[in-house]
C-alpha cells in the first residue's frame, strides 16, 4: 500500500493514479467518433480540421456556424416566393412588350445616340448583331436586376437556394502545413520536427484517437510550461507515437460513448437551444456544449424524477470528464446510487462500492489527513452538517481525534469513536492513561475538556454519537477502516487525473447515504484548496444531492473557482434545501438548471436569481371608422359585406417595460417534457441568459 492508503482497481498495492513514466498530467482529447478510425485516418482528420469559431458561453462550436445578434425582420415564406413569382412575371410581361414593339421604339434611343454613326451604319452582320444584341442583353440584364430587387430574389436564395447547396459542398482542401493542426506546427516550431513528424504520419495512418491528441497536447504544454524535459516528451513520442504518455490505467478511451464529444475544445453536446422566441437569436437552433469552463462556476439542477436528470445530464458530464481525465487534464469524483446508470465500471480507475462486501476499495473516514483539527472538521460537516451545531461538533471531535492519533498513530475507526462519543467515562480512562504512560500530558486538557463537557446542556456529543451509530452496522463491516487492513480510496489523490465513482447503499439506509454524500463533498473541497497542480481541472458529480446542502457547504463551493474545481448537483425540488439556503446555493451556483416538471413555488427561486429584463410591448388599439358621406358609408357597408368586420384604424403604441426572464407559472407549466432551462456563467464572468433547450437532441 502507498503512502496514501490508496491501491490499483485491479487489486494490486497501488496508488489509483500511478504517475506515468513520461510526462503525467496530459490533456483531455477532443471528441471524435464513437467508432474507430478508418486506416486512412480521414475521420480524424476531418474532426481536428472542423472550424470551431469563438462563441457565446454553452454554443456547441464544433462546426458552429455564428448567427447575428438581432434577428434580422423575415418576410413569410408565401408571401417572399409569392412576391418573387410576380416580380419575375412583371419582368416577363414587360420584356415581351418591349421585343414585340407594344411599348414603342423609345428603348433604342440611348444606343442611337452614344454609339457612332460609323457603327450604326456598318455593313458588317456580325458587328451589327453584336452590337444589338449586345445592347438587348445589357436592357435585360437591368430589368432583371429591377424585378429581383424588387422581389427580394436575394432573401429567395439565401433562404431556400443556399442551404441546400452548402449540404453538397466540397471538402475543404488541406490546409497549409504550418497552420494544419495534424501537423503538429507547435513542435515542429519547438525543434521536436522527428516527434511532429511521426504524430503526423500516425494521424494519416488511421492511428491517432482523440484522446491521444488530447493527452500528447497537454504533455506538450507541460514541456512549454517547464515541468517536463523536451528530451523526455521527444524519446516518449518517438517510441511510442501516439499512444505516448499514456494514462496511468493504460486506457486510450472509454468502453463505449453515448454523448457527443469535442476534447479539442473540452466540451461535451448536450442538446439544442430551441428556437423560441425567448431565447436570445445568436443561440436558437444553436448545439449546447459544457465544458470545463462553465462547470468551473459549478452547477445545480433541478427536476421532479424521470427528468432527464441522470440520463440527460449527469451520464454526458461523467463520460466527458472521465475522457478528459484519460488526457491528464482532468480528475473526477462521480457519487450516487448504487445502479443509478452513472457509467460502467470499466470506464473508472476506482469504484467504491460503500456497503458493499465485494469492493476492492474502502471510504476513507478523514479524507487521508493526518490532522486531527482538519479531520475534525471534515467529519463534523459529515455527521450534523445538516444541523446548526458544526462549531461545536468539531470541537468535541478534535478533543477525541488528538489524543486517539497521540497514542495509536491512527483516528479511531467508526466503532471506536461511537465508544469515545457515548458519554462512557471508560474508553476516555483508557485513553487517559495511555496518555500518561507515553508521556504526552499536555493533550489530558483536551480530555479534561471534555470530561467537564460530558452530560452539560447543549452537549452535541450525543447527537455526534447517533449519527455515527449509522455507520456502525453490519452492512458496513470492514469499511471506514483505520488499522491499515483495507483498502480506503482518500481525495487526496485528485492531484492526479483519477477517475472515481462511489456507490451509496440508498437502499434500507437512506440516512447514511446522505451522510456519506455531506462526506465527500467536505473532503473535495478540502482537497482541491490545497492541491500542487490546480492546471487539472476536479470536478465532484453528485446525482443526488438531498441534504447535502449545507451552510459550509455553500461556502466550499464559492471557493471552488479560484482552485480550478466545480461540483454538479442535483435536486428533484429545492424543498430539500433548507430554505435559508436555496437563494445562496442559486448565488454560489454560475450554471442553474430549472428541467421540465418543476413545481411552482421551485420556479419561483429561479424566477428570482435571473432577475428581470427589459423588453419592447406593443398595444395594438382598433378604432372603428365612421363614415359621414353617404360614398363613404357605401364602401363601408361593401366592405362590412366582402370582410365579415366593421372598417377600423388600428394604432400601435410601443413601451419599455420590466419583465421577468421566466416566471414561475413559465417554468412549471410552460418547459415541454425533456426540456430544461439553464443559464451559464464561465470562469471569466460571461454570462449567458436563461436558454430553453432542448436535452433530447
Known amino acids: 500500500m502507498d503512502s496514501d492508503g490508496t491501491q490499483d482497481a485491479r487489486g494490486t498495492q497501488a496508488n489509483p493514479v500511478p504517475r506515468p513514466a513520461g510526462p503525467p498530467d496530459m490533456p483531455a482529447a477532443p471528441p471524435m467518433p464513437a467508432a474507430p478510425p478508418r486506416r486512412d485516418g480521414s475521420a480524424f482528420l476531418s474532426w481536428l480540421r472542423a472550424p470551431r469559431p469563438e462563441a457565446a458561453p454553452g454554443v456547441w462550436r464544433l462546426g458552429h456556424r455564428p448567427r447575428g445578434a438581432e434577428e434580422p425582420e423575415e418576410v413569410p415564406a408565401r408571401q417572399l416566393l409569392g412576391g418573387a413569382l410576380i416580380a419575375f412575371l412583371v419582368g416577363w410581361l414587360l420584356w415581351s412588350l418591349l421585343q414585340n414593339g407594344y411599348l414603342g421604339g423609345w428603348w433604342i434611343l440611348p444606343l442611337e445616340l452614344l454609339v457612332p454613326d460609323s457603327w450604326l451604319g456598318s455593313d458588317s452582320r456580325i458587328g451589327n448583331a453584336l452590337l444589338y444584341n449586345g445592347y438587348t442583353l445589357v436592357v435585360a440584364?437591368?430589368?432583371?436586376?429591377?424585378?429581383?430587387?424588387?422581389?427580394?430574389?436575394?432573401?429567395?436564395?439565401?433562404?431556400?437556394?443556399?442551404?441546400?447547396?452548402?449540404?453538397?459542398?466540397?471538402?475543404?482542401?488541406?490546409?497549409?502545413?504550418?497552420?494544419?493542426?495534424?501537423?503538429?506546427?507547435?513542435?515542429?516550431?519547438?525543434?521536436?520536427?522527428?516527434?511532429?513528424?511521426?504524430?503526423?504520419?500516425?494521424?494519416?495512418?488511421?492511428?491517432?484517437?482523440?484522446?491521444?491528441?488530447?493527452?500528447?497536447?497537454?504533455?506538450?504544454?507541460?514541456?512549454?510550461?517547464?515541468?517536463?524535459?523536451?528530451?523526455?516528451?521527444?524519446?516518449?513520442?518517438?517510441?511510442?507515437?501516439?499512444?505516448a504518455c499514456l494514462h496511468p490505467s493504460g486506457e486510450r478511451d472509454l468502453p463505449a460513448r453515448h454523448a457527443r464529444h469535442d476534447l479539442l475544445t473540452g466540451q461535451v453536446r448536450l442538446g439544442t437551444t430551441a428556437d423560441d422566441p425567448r431565447n436570445p437569436y445568436s443561440y436558437r437552433g444553436t448545439g449546447l456544449g459544457l465544458g470545463p469552463d462553465l462547470l468551473g462556476t459549478s452547477l445545480v439542477a433541478v427536476g421532479p424524477a424521470g427528468s432527464g436528470k441522470t440520463g440527460s445530464l449527469v451520464r454526458p458530464l461523467t463520460e466527458s470528464l472521465c475522457l478528459q481525465a484519460l488526457a491528464g487534464r482532468a480528475a473526477v469524483v462521480v457519487v450516487g446510487a448504487a445502479g443509478a446508470g452513472l457509467g460502467p465500471a470499466d470506464a473508472f480507475d476506482v469504484v467504491v462500492r460503500v456497503g458493499n462486501a465485494d469492493s476492492v476499495y474502502d471510504l476513507g473516514l478523514y479524507g487521508g489527513t493526518t490532522d486531527p483539527d482538519e479531520a475534525a472538521a471534515i467529519l463534523a460537516e459529515a455527521l450534523v452538517g445538516d444541523l446548526d451545531d458544526v462549531r461545536r461538533a468539531t470541537t468535541v471531535l478534535a478533543r477525541l481525534l488528538g489524543p486517539f492519533r497521540a497514542v495509536h498513530g491512527r483516528f479511531p475507526g467508526v466503532p471506536e469513536l461511537r465508544r469515545l462519543l457515548d458519554g462512557d467515562l471508560g474508553p476516555i480512562a483508557e485513553l487517559r492513561q495511555a496518555l500518561g504512560e507515553s508521556g504526552q500530558e499536555?493533550?489530558?486538557?483536551?480530555?479534561?475538556?471534555?470530561?467537564?463537557?460530558?452530560?452539560?446542556?447543549?452537549?452535541?456529543?450525543?447527537?455526534?454519537?447517533?449519527?455515527?451509530?449509522?455507520?456502525?452496522?453490519?452492512?458496513?463491516?470492514?469499511?471506514?477502516?483505520?488499522?491499515?487492513?483495507?483498502?480506503?480510496?482518500?481525495?487526496?489523490?485528485?492531484?492526479?487525473?483519477?477517475?472515481?465513482?462511489?456507490?451509496?447503499?440508498?437502499?434500507?439506509?437512506?440516512?447514511?447515504?446522505?451522510?456519506?454524500?455531506?462526506?465527500?463533498?467536505?473532503?473535495?473541497?478540502?482537497?482541491?484548496?490545497?492541491?500542487?497542480?490546480?492546471?487539472?481541472?476536479?470536478?465532484?458529480?453528485?446525482?443526488?444531492?438531498?441534504?447535502?446542502?449545507?451552510?459550509?457547504?455553500?461556502?466550499?463551493?464559492?471557493?471552488?473557482?479560484?482552485?480550478?474545481?466545480?461540483?454538479?448537483?442535483?435536486?428533484?425540488?429545492?424543498?430539500?434545501?433548507?430554505?435559508?439556503?436555496?437563494?445562496?446555493?442559486?448565488?454560489?451556483?454560475?450554471?442553474?438548471?430549472?428541467?421540465?416538471?418543476?413545481?411552482?413555488?421551485?420556479?419561483?427561486?429561479?424566477?428570482?436569481?435571473?432577475?428581470?429584463?427589459?423588453?419592447?410591448?406593443?398595444?395594438?388599439?382598433?378604432?372603428?371608422?365612421?363614415?359621414?358621406?353617404?360614398?363613404?358609408?357605401?364602401?363601408?357597408?361593401?366592405?362590412?359585406?366582402?370582410?365579415?368586420?366593421?372598417?377600423?384604424?388600428?394604432?400601435?403604441?410601443?413601451?419599455?417595460?420590466?419583465?421577468?426572464?421566466?416566471?414561475?407559472?413559465?417554468?412549471?407549466?410552460?418547459?415541454?417534457?425533456?426540456?430544461?432551462?439553464?443559464?451559464?456563467?464561465?470562469?471569466?464572468?460571461?454570462?449567458?441568459?436563461?436558454?430553453?433547450?432542448?436535452?433530447?437532441?
Open 442 to 697: 499536555s493533550l489530558l486538557r483536551e480530555l479534561d475538556a471534555r470530561e467537564r463537557q460530558l452530560g452539560q446542556p447543549g452537549d452535541p456529543g450525543g447527537t455526534l454519537a447517533d449519527r455515527i451509530a449509522l455507520l456502525d452496522r453490519p452492512a458496513f463491516a470492514g469499511f471506514f477502516d483505520t488499522s491499515g487492513a483495507s483498502r480506503p480510496f482518500s481525495l487526496k489523490a485528485l492531484d492526479h487525473p483519477v477517475r472515481v465513482r462511489v456507490d451509496l447503499p440508498e437502499r434500507g439506509h437512506a440516512d447514511a447515504s446522505r451522510m456519506l454524500a455531506r462526506l465527500v463533498l467536505a473532503q473535495f473541497t478540502a482537497s482541491v484548496a490545497v492541491r500542487e497542480d490546480r492546471s487539472l481541472f476536479a470536478c465532484l458529480v453528485l446525482d443526488d444531492a438531498t441534504g447535502v446542502v449545507t451552510p459550509e457547504a455553500v461556502r466550499g463551493i464559492q471557493r471552488l473557482r479560484s482552485s480550478n474545481a466545480g461540483v454538479v448537483l442535483t435536486l428533484r425540488t429545492l424543498d430539500d434545501v433548507p430554505r435559508p439556503l436555496r437563494g445562496p446555493l442559486l448565488g454560489a451556483t454560475g450554471c442553474r438548471m430549472a428541467l421540465s416538471g418543476l413545481t411552482p413555488w421551485d420556479g419561483q427561486d429561479f424566477a428570482e436569481v435571473w432577475g428581470k429584463e427589459w423588453i419592447e410591448a406593443r398595444d395594438v388599439t382598433d378604432r372603428q371608422i365612421i363614415a359621414e358621406t353617404p360614398a363613404g358609408k357605401a364602401v363601408h357597408m361593401l366592405r362590412r359585406v366582402i370582410t365579415g368586420k366593421a372598417p377600423t384604424a388600428r394604432a400601435v403604441t410601443v413601451r419599455q417595460v420590466e419583465r421577468e426572464r421566466w416566471s414561475a407559472s413559465e417554468l412549471a407549466h410552460g418547459v415541454p417534457p425533456g426540456h430544461a432551462v439553464l443559464s451559464l456563467t464561465t470562469v471569466k464572468g460571461e454570462h449567458a441568459p436563461p436558454l430553453l433547450v432542448d436535452l433530447r437532441d
Open 141 to 243: 440584364l437591368g430589368i432583371m436586376v429591377g424585378v429581383g430587387r424588387l422581389g427580394r430574389w436575394g432573401d429567395v436564395w439565401r433562404r431556400f437556394v443556399a442551404p441546400l447547396l452548402r449540404r453538397g459542398e466540397p471538402d475543404r482542401p488541406a490546409p497549409a502545413p504550418e497552420d494544419d493542426p495534424a501537423a503538429w506546427p507547435q513542435l515542429r516550431a519547438a525543434g521536436a520536427v522527428d516527434a511532429a513528424d511521426r504524430l503526423a504520419e500516425e494521424a494519416r495512418g488511421g492511428l491517432m484517437r482523440d484522446v491521444d491528441h488530447a493527452r500528447i497536447a497537454r504533455a506538450w504544454q507541460g514541456v512549454r510550461t517547464g515541468r517536463f524535459p523536451l528530451a523526455t516528451f521527444t524519446g516518449a513520442v518517438l517510441q511510442d507515437g501516439s499512444a
